[in-house]
């Protein structure tokens, strides 16, 4: 008969394990793209974003997922209860990692205005152009207030548009909304996986018990 306690460990186990894959595999595809050139205005301020990503601390976070899920193996191998509990300790350290590169992505959505500014102005004009047309990013407290392109063609058209600021807040707190509230959520698995750890342990604890009671009285022989 299959331990259904055992049974929903594994499959915590599992979406731990896939955490960490995503984890890895969304770090090092950004780590690819976030120096290409950019063929439009959002791809641009999408690069600006992901240069400011903790890449190689999310890197280090999956690498610490996928030794906690070798550690858990030995436990489900076996009967030993040190390898489960060992686990829990990295998982929570890992859910702790993933809630800190959380927090960090939200702080930027609150420090966006400030500190996109200096980012944009060291663009080459080619990408300022670019988000300015597509965007309509025009940072009019900044000297020189535009580039000339096709949307900003003279000083007047450029004071008829509306301001940048606006924009790049909007787009790169949705951006980031998205990707935070996903790193949360994969806190909200390693909480789930501790659970799933406590939950094994007391089964297998309460087991070795009842075996003990059975030796004892004499069952454990027949």
């Known amino acids: 008969m299959v331990n259904k ?28 793209i976030r120096d290409e050139i950019p063929e439009n205005g959002r791809q641009a301020a999408r690069n600006l974003l992901y240069q400011r ?14 030794l906690t899920f070798m550690v858990t193996l030995p436990g489900l191998a076996t009967h030993s209860r040190g390898w489960l509990k060992l686990g829990a300790y990295m998982s929570t350290f890992c859910g702790v990692f993933s809630m800190i590169l959380g927090l960090f992505l939200w ?7 400030e500190d996109f500014a200096p980012l ?27 580039v000339t392109d096709a949307t900003c063609s003279s000083p007047a058209a450029a004071a008829l548009m509306r301001g940048c600021a606006t924009p790049i807040t909007s787009f790169a707190n949705v951006f980031l909304d998205n990707i935070f509230t996903a790193l949360f959520g ?22 070795e018990r009842f075996r003990h009671i059975d030796e004892k009285s004499g069952y454990g022989r027949i």
């Open 107 to 113: 702080i930027l959505t609150l420090k966006t205005r």
């Open 5 to 32: 306690v055992q049974a929903a460990y594994v499959v915590a186990d599992g979406l731990f394990l896939l955490m960490g894959v995503f984890i890895i595999g969304f770090s090092v595809i950004v780590g690819n």
């Open 120 to 146: 944009y102005w060291e663009q080459p004009a080619s990408v300022q152009e670019l988000m300015q047309a597509e965007l309509l990013r025009l940072l009019q407290q900044h000297l020189p207030a535009f």
């Open 53 to 66: 990503f903790p890449l190689t601390a999310g890197i280090v976070n999956a690498v610490f997922i996928f």
């Open 186 to 207: 994969m806190v909200g698995i390693d909480f789930v996986f501790v659970v799933a750890t406590a939950c094994l342990l007391k089964d297998r604890k309460e087991r």
